[in-house]
């Protein structure tokens, strides 16, 4: 087991991979996702996987977590396990319209394709292909562009299933969707899903998905999410990250907002191996407002590196980003916020903040605005702070009887809460604090009353 | 066990105490000893060493103890961490309030309570009781109650966050309050109601040492002996007389004569 691969040859290897099963992929596949893959491979061949000598991938040499040698399927394996006996999120009063995903594929615990009462469609991927192309035809690969990223372009070569959400014009909806993918498998496993959220003008999603491994065996994500947020639409989007040490994620999520839609896109990581999340932006209407967010906590050999990158295409839109990382250990991290203001984009709001905690000398950060501002008339600002706890905070609490450990624990909590603190679902926002403190306090991670169960293994 | 005595043990003994900062040496000898039941009152001009000295009663490790000794309640309290000596009863009200964002005041409050009675081998304050004693104790200084709800501190004005240290010394009930320049930025009014709150709690088992730069908070905590700090050193102890002879002749008189 766990022969390296030479990193040379893995970029043929993947489009060898591509080649052997064009067919049989093509056959089990809508022409939606069979128009992109000749052209997204051919891409993802020129550019090959992302090593530190591309600028946008600096920090992280994703080639490292493709050299175990992952066993790949172009369809769903049989996995015996009972939803029901693994899986009650009961989060109380978050009563939720559940979708799970196993290996990035759609799991049958609800009909692959459901139109509720209100004609929210939930479901897969690929049945949405089948029986709504016209929508995919609308949305699908519009937001993504595989000429720019090769993780995005080999998604797009291999696209297959995932999770798919259209909300109507005008609808609310009045329970949140979560989605819960979960990584279960008796081999190591590269898995590749590709969502699409479609929320129409006027409508809203509330949305909330959970990441979790659930065996012991290494795993590699390359997954890709477009959502498209319609003129006065509103998103409020949670990622929660929680998988294991030898789970490897590599997330790529565009949000494509236009005129007067509010988004919120939240990713808190509390667990995982290697990192890496890709959110970008494009304001493309008027008064579209934006708020992308982050709080990751690492340790051991953990890295977690954010790249965000936000496009005022449009005038008169605001973005505010956020992100924070607490680093024990060994653990490292990075971020990188780009922010372009294109030349006609006058009045443009937007905001970055970047601060970090290293709890140890041994961990590392790097963080780097690039803003690009092609308009003059505009209000732009950034900062970002790597440091220790405040001193004179540790003192003070101290001075009230409250012990050194104990006082870490409360000022990590208070770091973390300013991102957790606009997780807009009260009941889910409890769970994340709660969990955010049981992760720093170094009890288990997973949702204690989730019997997922999600195992903590090195 | 100690042997039993005739003569009362000091609450607080400080002998020949030194200590400095980066190598530059800011206490130079402090000899101070405090009964149960006794207010003491430090006056002195600014940088002469009185935030120093408080802190290092309070334990806070930047400063280095360079000689002396202190014993508190009979015990040597140089060795004691932070929280241990604020667990034993001693509680320094801080010259500048530290704002933490995020931490709220009720969370903050239960924990440090929480923690002392732990200490002590008490249980755990249950939620009902614990939020009447914060309403109690909020009542005696005027504390705001929308302030409790707050993050500790954050956008507090200079005056809300000193009514809140005497608050956290209502709530912790200390044997030895320290309080630092609690008086400097309060109007009249509020001065009166910290030292309201203060004199409340004031009893013959638990003793004070207000550190001040101004004789009139004295006229409200009404002091027992009045010590005058200068360059390190105690140079003058007398009764609540001092302090008006202070205010009278300014600190150039301590300065001239020193
Ligand atoms: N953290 C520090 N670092 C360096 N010097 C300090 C520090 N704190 C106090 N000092 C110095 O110690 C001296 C006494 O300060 P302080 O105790 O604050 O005086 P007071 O409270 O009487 O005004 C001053 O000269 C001050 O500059
Ligand atoms: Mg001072």
Redesign the pocket.
């Known amino acids: 087991m766990n022969v390296l691969l030479d990193k040379k040859i893995l970029d043929s290897q993947l489009t060898d991979w591509y080649f052997t099963n064009r067919d049989q992929l093509m056959a089990a596949s809508n022409s939606v996702f069979n128009s992109f893959r000749p052209e997204a491979m051919e891409c993802f061949r020129k550019m090959g996987i992302p090593d530190k000598s591309n600028e946008n991938y600096k920090y992280t040499d994703v080639r490292e977590v493709f050299l175990t040698p992952f066993n790949r399927y172009i369809e769903p394996r049989k996995i015996l396990f009972s939803v029901e006996d693994l899986f009650r999120c009961d989060i109380p009063e978050l009563d939720t319209e559940l979708v799970l995903l196993v290996n990035g594929w759609f799991y049958e615990n609800r009909p692959r394709l459901e139109v509720l009462p209100n004609g929210i469609i939930i479901g897969s991927m690929a049945e949405a292909a089948r029986q709504y192309p016209h929508i995919l035809e609308a949305h699908y690969s519009r937001y993504a562009d595989f000429r720019k990223d090769a993780l995005v372009a080999l998604n797009t070569g291999f696209a297959q299933d995932g999770t798919f959400i259209y909300i109507p014009k005008g609808v609310g909806q009045d329970r949140t969707i979560q989605v819960v993918n979960i990584l279960l498998s008796p081999e190591d496993l590269f898995v590749q899903h590709r969502n699409l959220v479609v929320i129409e003008d006027n409508a809203m999603a509330r949305v909330v998905v959970c990441d979790h491994s659930l065996s012991a065996h290494h795993f590699l994500t390359n997954s890709v999410t477009e959502i498209f947020v319609g003129q006065n639409a509103r998103l409020d989007y949670t990622k929660l990250q929680n998988e294991h040490n030898s789970s490897n994620q590599l997330s790529s999520s565009f949000v494509h907002q236009e005129k007067d839609s509010h988004a919120i896109f939240n990713t808190i990581t509390l667990h995982g191996g290697m990192i890496r999340n890709n959110v970008y932006t494009r304001l493309n209407g008027p008064g579209a407002e934006n708020h992308t967010l982050g709080l990751f906590l690492a340790d051991r050999n953990q890295h977690v590196d954010s790249y965000t990158y936000v496009d005022h295409a449009a005038p008169g839109c605001t973005s505010r980003q956020n992100f924070k990382g607490i680093l024990d250990e060994k653990a490292t991290g990075a971020f990188t916020g780009r922010i372009l203001v294109r030349p006609d984009a006058q009045k443009t709001l937007a905001y970055q903040a970047n601060n970090n905690i290293l709890l140890t000398s041994e961990a590392r950060m790097n963080t780097k605005p690039q803003l690009e501002i092609y308009a003059d008339d505009v209000k732009c600002s950034h900062g970002a702070t790597v440091g220790q706890l405040d001193e004179n905070a540790m003192f003070y609490l101290q001075t009230r009887g409250i012990a050194k450990r104990e006082a870490r624990l409360l000022l990590m909590g208070a770091f973390g809460h300013e991102i957790l603190k606009q997780v807009p679902v009260e009941p889910l926002r409890d769970r994340l604090n709660d969990l955010v403190d049981k992760r720093l306090k170094g009890e288990l991670s997973r949702c204690n009353s989730c019997p997922l169960q999600c195992q903590e293994t090195c | 066990m100690s042997a039993k005595s005739s003569i009362p043990q000091p609450m607080l003994e400080i002998r020949n105490l030194k200590a400095s900062?980066?190598g530059?040496e800011?206490l130079k000898g402090i000899n101070l000893t405090v009964n149960a039941g006794e207010v003491h009152a430090i006056m002195?001009p600014?940088?002469?060493?009185?935030?120093?000295?408080a802190a290092v009663l309070a334990g806070r490790e930047?400063f280095e103890v360079t000689g002396g000794e202190v014993t508190y309640c009979g015990q040597d309290l140089l060795s004691m961490a932070p929280e241990i000596r604020a667990r034993e009863g001693i509680f320094l009200g801080f010259?500048y309030p530290v704002e933490i964002p995020g931490v709220s005041m009720v969370n903050f409050m239960r924990t440090a309570v929480n923690e002392k009675r732990k200490y002590l081998g008490q249980p755990e304050m249950g939620a009902a009781d614990f939020l009447k004693l914060m309403r109690d104790r909020k009542a005696l200084v005027d504390l705001d109650t929308s302030l409790a709800n707050r993050s500790v501190n954050e956008g507090f004005s200079g005056g809300e966050k000193k009514r809140n240290e005497i608050f956290q010394m209502a709530m912790l009930e200390p044997k030895l309050a320290i309080l630092d320049e609690t008086d400097s930025g309060l109007d009249i009014d509020a001065l009166k109601t910290v030292a309201n709150g203060v004199n409340r709690l004031k009893n013959k088992e638990n003793a004070v040492i207000v550190i001040t730069h101004y004789q009139r908070l004295l006229d409200y905590i009404v002091p027992d002996f009045v010590h005058v700090?200068f360059d390190g050193r105690i140079v003058r102890s007398g009764d609540k007389r001092l302090a008006f002879e202070l205010e009278e002749k300014g600190y150039d008189w301590i300065r001239e004569a020193n």
């Open positions: 900062i980066d530059k800011i002195g600014n940088g002469s060493g009185k935030s120093t000295l930047v010259q700090l």
